[in-house]
């Protein structure tokens, strides 16, 4: 069993920055992708950012050069590091751990830009 839990949304200007944090817990492998995908009123869920065990990212256009994912493989953490931050990017952030072909999800944190 895995458990996920994201800390570190809330409210934030237009241009402001937040540091989202995930830290996975349970039957974690070291092989693995950690990452940020995004749920806005009224629309689908799509990923934001991720990270594989090995380091390779992949970013989402939308957000490219302004968020950076990061990870603490050790600490079977991963960050999600967000400036210049647009009220469009207003969403609930969701932390995902993919390993050995099955998804695991946390509940979710808040992130609201807005002045």
């Known amino acids: 069993q895995v458990q996920l839990v994201e800390s570190g949304g809330g409210l934030v200007q237009p241009g402001g920055s937040l540091r989202l944090s995930c830290a996975a817990s349970?039957?974690?492998?070291?092989?693995?992708?950690m990452g940020w995908y995004r749920q806005a009123p009224g629309k689908q869920r799509e990923s934001v950012a991720t990270q594989h065990s090995v380091g390779f990212r992949n970013y989402a256009d939308s957000v490219k050069g302004r968020f950076t994912i990061s990870r603490d493989n050790g600490k079977n953490t991963v960050y999600l590091q967000m400036n210049s931050l647009k009220p469009e990017d207003t969403a609930v952030y969701y932390c995902?751990?993919?390993?050995?072909?099955?998804?695991?999800w946390g509940k979710g944190t808040l992130v609201t830009v807005s002045s």
């Open positions: 995902k751990l993919t390993q050995s072909g099955l998804d695991y």
């Open positions: 349970g039957n974690i492998f070291s092989v693995n992708a």
